[in-house]
Structures are given as C-alpha cells and as structure tokens.
C-alpha cells in the first residue's frame, strides 16, 4: 500500500491501460483509491452495502466502533456513513492525515488519531466492536495487541480481525516454494523474511514485518481469551494459484471441488469472537 509522502499528483492505471492522474488527498484520489479496495473485495458486498459480508452495520448505528490501521480509511468511512461513533487509528502518521482528509471530503464525523496497536492510548470497556482488516500480521507484538484490543472493548463486545493464513496456498506455494525454494531464496532469507518480502505480492517491495497465522494458533492463543471465536477462510486467491502451478489439475477439478479448496487454503482469514460479560 502506497501513501505518498507529500501531497502531490499521483497517477491511476484503469483497467483499460489508461491513466489518470489525481491530487493525493483529492475527493477524486480517494473514489479511485475505493474502487480498487472494493474491487479486490467484492465478494464481501452485497446490494445492503460494502463489507455486508463480514459487517452488520445495523446492529452498532449510534454505538462506538474502533478500527485498527485504518490505512486510507476507507473501511472506517463506510461505518461513519452507517451511523456508528467511529475512531480510527494507525502507526502510519500519512494513513492518519489521509483518513482525517477523507472524512473532510466526504463530510464525516470520526475520531482519528495516530497509535500503535500495541500500546493503545485509550481508556478500558469503551467499544462495543473492535476490528481490523490486513494489518496485525503485520506488527511484531500481536500477541500484545490482541491484548489491546480485549482491553478497550466492553463486555460483551466483538472483535473482527482479518489476518493471513500460514496454511494457505499462497503461503505453501507461491512464498515457500516458488520463491524460497525455486529461486533459492531461501538460501538468504528465513520464513519470516520470505513471508514479509512475498505476502504482498510485491516482489519489489515487501513489508518491514508479515507473519501470517494458523487456525490452531488463533483458537489456542491469539483469541484464547474471547468467547464464541469462529473462523472464515477467503480464498479468492486460490484459483490462480492453482491455474499457475497445477493447470491440468485446475481444469479438471469442478466447482464444488474448487470451493471447497477455496474454503481451506485461502489467503485470508476472518475471525470473530466476543469478550465474556463477567
Ligand atoms: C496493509 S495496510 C491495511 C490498511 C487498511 N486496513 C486497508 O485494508 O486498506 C496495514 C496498515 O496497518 C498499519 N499498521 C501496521 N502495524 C500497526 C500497528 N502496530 N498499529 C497500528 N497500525 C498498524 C499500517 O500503518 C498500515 O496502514
């Protein structure tokens, strides 16, 4: 993800090849930056709204909702359109000028601020849903900030956290096997390097830290301490990877088949749980 550190012109490829160049921060930036993000997700919206899939919007409208690394804050502003009290917070201080930027745009209300998941600067028992969306696999301490996370919610509130799956494909195949064995990767990096240069799909880039998570480690550690934690596994990812390292196979197998694979082996998981009233 790229948020430009100045405020300057940045350029949008469409699909069609054509280019289009936007101010950082612009009304026009951030329905570009959108159409992307929902595109990648649009197995989550339905005709209610985006993230119906994951979201209930209806049940927090008046209540107050925490997002963690909001990045560009799109997420955070669907829930201010939805009427919750929303505060946003991320390590990155450019995601926070962003989001502040964005709700100006777009006339919203929210409480935005620059924290670390991992020492959050807010009281105890104040959210009734806490979530957050491709980021804690990204923080060392995750453990600290799940923590974090329990400790600002009321009783009896959720949590939502989309995090990566280290029993994916992409994990199996595209980082383990094709960049750290194929191309002898392996050979200068660890698991964790390998993870946090290739867990983006940017070879050029990677990320200072990625370390994607298990189902086991979830139920028996991350959300040991929240009741009724369900998991689901998104793999819009899969049939690529499958088309890209096993095509005859790919071919043959039919849609229940695929789904199924999907359900296992994607890239994401979303899970949810709920801190004990008591
Ligand atoms: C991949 S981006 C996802 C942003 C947003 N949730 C989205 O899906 O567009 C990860 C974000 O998490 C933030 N982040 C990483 N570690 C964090 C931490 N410990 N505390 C707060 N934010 C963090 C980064 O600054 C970045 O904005």
């Known amino acids: 993800m790229t948020y430009g550190d100045t405020h300057g012109e940045t350029e949008f490829v469409h699909t069609d090849g054509t280019k289009e160049s936007v101010e950082l921060g612009s009304r026009r930036f951030f329905e570009l930056a959108d159409q992307r ?88 028992d104040q959210f009734d849903f806490v979530y957050s969306w491709g980021v804690l696999h990204h923080t060392p301490g995750i453990s600290a900030a799940i923590k974090q996370l329990r400790r600002v919610l009321s009783p009896g509130g959720r949590v939502g956290l989309m995090l990566y799956n280290r029993r994916s494909f992409l994990y199996r195949y595209t980082i383990s096997f094709a960049e750290g064995w194929l191309n002898l990767e392996n050979e200068f990096l660890n698991e964790l390097q390998l993870a ?27 959300l040991a301490d929240f009741g009724n934690v369900k998991t689901r596994v998104f793999g819009t990812d899969v049939p690529p990877i499958l088309d890209s390292f096993l095509p005859r196979l790919s071919q043959r197998l039919s849609a229940k088949k695929i789904d199924q694979l999907m359900q296992a082996n994607g890239w994401s998981i979303w899970m949810t749980g709920e801190k004990p009233s008591a």
């Open 196 to 222: 946090s240069r290739y867990g983006d799909g940017a070879r050029e880039e990677g990320n200072p830290h990625t370390w994607p998570v298990t189902e086991s480690e979830i139920r028996n550690d991350l």
């Open 37 to 124: 993000f929902y595109g990648w997700n649009q197995h989550l919206h339905s005709k209610e709204g985006y993230f119906t899939g994951i979201f209930d919007y209806q049940m927090f409208r008046g209540r107050r909702v925490l997002e963690i690394g909001c990045g560009m804050g799109c997420m955070a502003m669907n829930w201010a359109q939805q009427g919750a009290d929303i505060t946003a917070v991320d390590l990155n201080p450019v995601a926070i000028e962003q989001t502040k930027r964005r709700f100006e745009v777009f006339g919203l209300e929210g409480n935005i601020f620059e924290a670390d998941a991992e020492n959050l600067p807010l009281p105890d």
